[in-house]
């Protein structure tokens, strides 16, 4: 029997609504702000509003939420799609709030002419200044009670352009005792003489959020407008303009945004570490927007496992990295494909095998797959690449790999024993010695030779040369953003490793970009989409082998 999975506190709400038919469509929106790449906390969102109307047959819109021409770009819009899109989800319709300028002018407009709204000459510094304190009330402009004709014609000045930046705004004229600060004439327009990314300069004012945002939501018919907690004291405001100006009920719901350990997720705060040349650009692998997680070698089936299993909830709290790992892991265990690659290589000699001799092995490529998920050559000779760190002149107690005198097995090929090494100059060594034992090859063993240890290897003469990159946490501290001191002042000057002496083995020349692989006892990888180009491999260590979160949950 499957286990019937609980529904979460916004599945609660949808269902209820649609039992008492309050709501018969669900209809949801994604709506980002062009001000910068799309992040995990982003996708969980997605996950949200795409997954809520998808269960229950309705529909979500991607809505751009371009109110504030200062910050955003097209360049921001393109990635959200691409982003979007590589994540699994197909929005019904693609929207802009600044598509809605002449509808929320209109309704500008008519909250004027109702009495609602006014013309403010004060600046938003005077404004700040009189607001008073959540248990004070704050004080009356001495614009409030301009007459309606004059407010629609100053405001039809404001939008002619004949004020500059800051010189007059529109604001809702609501209740200056409301214990909710928003509620307290909040500002509906300011004016900002700036180029659109898409309407140029036909527009000198711009709409504020809490007026833009819903009002956007009601002219689509969102059923249900999801967005995160600090929102919750926006929601009154919210439900006031829908209220005064009779549009579509649209109603808000908040969740608790996704916090993740040893990184940051705020725009705001990734664009400093782009800006600053802190990291690579927005699809920096150790960024933990869904390009730098796509860059790296994520999966989109791993991203929305993640969202799965973190859940929604009401109150915020901060999700171990460790978790999103075990999900890319628990993905490329079942479908990566197998290869050897030596990131340190030293040669190792096998006296007995005839030189100048190849033998074609097979690999298999997934042990986790049906037949192995098929096999691949592995070219064998007397001459092979194997890892530094698998040969110790003195072997300590219980050191399985290779030492003098100890055997061990050349994964899916033959069982070696050491016979000697040799040094150079500097002390370092520079080449084993071994013995195979002909009778004991993989598959077909009848030498009743047993081996502790098995090392990969590659046989020098068909080796490609490879880049690899490992990466560890972009920050040292669990949370970044939670202490005074500035963040940046926590990131973790070792978050990346370049290696440039790896070798690989022959069927990993082909690879492509998007292609993962595990590196066998190295972690799961994928050729780099940037840096790598015609005869030059670039891997990206997306995770590494070890399971610290599976473990530390079940001890
Ligand atoms: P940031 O603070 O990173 O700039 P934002 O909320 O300003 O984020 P938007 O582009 O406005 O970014 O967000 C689009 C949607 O994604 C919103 O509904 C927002 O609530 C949601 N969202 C943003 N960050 C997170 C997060 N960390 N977890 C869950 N949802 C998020
Ligand atoms: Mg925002």
């Not at 009002?215 to 059923?223: A, L, T």
């Not at 808000?252 to 945004?257: I, K, L, S, T, V």
């Not at 190792?348 to 190849?358: A, E, W």
């Not at 000057?493 to 292609?515: C, F, Q, R």
Request: proline content about 5%; overall charge negative; aromatic content about 10%.
């Amino acid at each position: 029997m499957s286990e019937e999975k609980s529904l979460n506190f916004l599945e609660e709400i949808v269902e209820d609504n649609l039992a008492k038919g309050t709501v018969t469509e669900i209809h949801t929106r994604f709506p980002p702000e062009p001000n910068g790449y799309l992040h995990i906390g982003h996708a969980k969102s997605i996950c949200l509003n795409f997954g809520l109307a998808d269960k229950y047959g309705g529909k979500t819109n991607l809505r751009f939420d371009d109110t504030n021409p200062v910050t955003e770009d097209t360049e921001y819009v393109d990635s959200i799609k691409e982003d979007v899109k590589w994540l699994g989800f197909n929005w019904e319709e693609e929207h802009y709030a600044s598509d809605y300028f002449v509808q929320l002018y209109e309704f500008a407009l008519a909250m004027i002419g109702k009495g609602l709204a006014y013309v403010d000459d004060l600046s938003a510094e005077e404004i700040a200044a009189i607001k008073g304190t959540p248990t004070e009330p704050g004080k009356a402009s001495p614009f409030r009670n301009r007459s309606i004709d004059e407010n629609l014609s100053l405001f039809s000045e404001m939008k002619a352009g004949k004020y500059n930046d800051g010189e007059k705004v529109l604001r809702a004229k609501i209740d200056l005792a409301s214990p909710n600060m928003h509620m307290r004439d909040p500002i509906m327009y300011r004016i900002k003489k700036v180029s659109h990314h898409r309407t140029g300069d036909a527009w000198c004012i711009y709409p504020m959020y809490d007026f833009a945002h819903g009002q956007s939501d009601s002219i689509e018919q969102i059923s249900h407008s999801i967005c995160t907690l600090e929102f919750e004291v926006h929601k009154p405001l919210y439900n006031w303009y829908i209220e005064q100006l009779g549009t579509f009920p649209s109603k808000q719901f908040e969740f608790a945004r996704l916090n993740l350990t040893y990184t940051v997720m705020s725009k705001r705060k990734l664009l400093q570490l782009v800006q600053e040349k802190l990291v690579d650009g927005w699809d920096d692998p150790r960024m933990p927007t869904i390009s730098g997680l796509r860059r790296r070698g994520y999966t989109p089936e791993s991203i929305r496992n993640f969202c799965d299993k973190i859940g929604v909830q009401r109150r915020e709290n901060i999700i171990d990295m460790g978790l999103l790992e075990f999900c890319i892991r628990e993905d490329l265990n079942a479908t990566a494909q197998r290869r050897m690659v030596v990131l340190d290589p030293i040669k190792l000699i096998i006296t007995n095998y005839p030189q100048g001799k190849t033998e074609v092995l097979k690999g298999e490529n997934n042990p986790e797959e049906e037949n192995h998920g098929g096999y691949r050559d592995l070219p064998f000779s007397n001459e092979l690449w194997i890892e530094a760190d698998d040969f110790l002149e003195e072997a300590p107690k219980k050191w399985f790999r290779l030492a003098p005198g100890m055997k061990v097995r050349l994964k899916s090929a033959y069982i070696v024993q050491c016979t000697g090494y040799t040094k150079n100059e500097a002390g370092k060594v520079t080449e084993v010695h071994c013995e195979y034992i002909p009778e004991s090859k993989s598959g077909e063993d009848s030498s009743g030779v047993s081996v502790k240890g098995t090392i990969h290897w590659i046989s020098t003469d068909k080796s490609e040369s490879a880049e690899v990159r490992l990466y560890d946490r972009l920050f040292k501290v669990e949370n970044p953003s939670s202490e005074d001191e500035d963040f940046k002042t926590f990131i973790n000057p070792n978050s990346l490793e370049i290696i440039t002496s790896a070798k690989v083995e022959p069927a990993l020349k082909d690879a492509k970009p998007g292609d993962r692989f595990q590196f066998i006892r190295k972690g799961y990888f994928t050729l780099d989409s940037m840096l790598s180009k015609e005869g030059k491999l670039v891997f990206n260590r997306t995770v590494g082998l070890k399971d610290a979160w599976a473990k530390e949950q079940k001890g």
